[in-house]
């Protein structure tokens, strides 16, 4: 794993590279074969592919997509022609775009096909597994103005034909983050955050929020929100997962 000189960094500097008037950008993805394609979701703009490492961009979803808003990407390892979607920014604020579920390519964002999960509205991560396109899984918020079931990890091991709900805390706490042990997948790790907007304000955090790890590929789960080194009393909100790919278990 080799590491960027620190005076290369700090000599680099930030440019917009477009395209304007999409919206924010909440889900970012690129092709693990191709280093110059990547996609990215805007939160009112569909999906936007470059293969010229962002010189250019072009919509993608357009004529394929009912909501705008786009929550979560992934592109698999296994196959970088399959990309899902998940509709619904989790990033909630005053102006908050719902979706209605997850879309999938299957050639490099040519053609979109609908796999459901509509009542999950907000997704806020997708995961594949790093050999096996079609087995995936969602982090989903659920209903941003109210309670409903549709929330918490879903999983799926036929490409999205077929979804089971395999994390499910309350109707009222959505799953927002997922990441896999690089080195273990079938070690994987989901944070769930229950919030609530309505007209007025944002309500973020409450009992059901916190860390949850599978081991055995999602069939079942401990909650590890208090474990050692974590805080071990007051709100949990929104919380973010990443494991390390230098070192696995970290």
Request: aromatic fraction near 10%; hydrophobic fraction near 35%; proline fraction near 6%.
């Amino acid at each position: 794993m080799s590491l960027t000189p620190q005076a290369l960094l700090k000599a680099m500097t930030w440019r917009c590279i477009g395209p304007p008037r999409g919206g924010r950008v909440v889900a970012v993805a690129g092709d693990p074969s191709r280093p110059n394609v990547f996609y990215f979701g805007a939160v009112a703009g569909g999906v936007w592919k470059t293969t010229d490492a962002g010189v250019t961009w072009s919509n993608v979803s357009d004529g394929f997509f009912k909501t705008a808003s786009v929550g979560a990407l992934a592109v698999a390892d296994a196959d970088p022609n399959v990309i899902y979607a998940g509709m619904g920014e989790t990033t909630i604020r005053t102006d908050v775009s719902h979706g209605d579920g997850v879309y999938k390519s299957t050639d490099g964002g040519q053609t979109w096909q609908h796999l459901g999960l509509a009542e999950t509205r907000h997704i806020g991560k997708i995961r594949t597994h790093p050999q096996n396109p079609d087995l995936v899984y969602v982090a989903a918020l659920g209903h941003a103005f109210g309670p409903n079931p549709e929330r918490g990890v879903y999983r799926s091991k036929d490409g999205g034909k077929k979804w089971e709900l395999v994390l499910h805390k309350s109707d009222k706490a959505g799953a927002v983050d997922l990441t896999f042990d690089p080195h273990h997948p079938a070690v994987i790790y989901a944070t769930i955050w229950e919030t609530y907007r309505n007209f007025w304000e944002l309500s973020s955090g409450g009992p059901d929020s916190g860390l949850w790890k599978s081991s055995d590929g999602g069939d079942t789960w401990e909650e590890i929100t208090r474990n050692p080194g974590l805080p071990q009393s007051g709100l949990v909100g929104k919380i973010g997962v990443a494991a390390s790919p230098a070192q696995s278990g970290r």
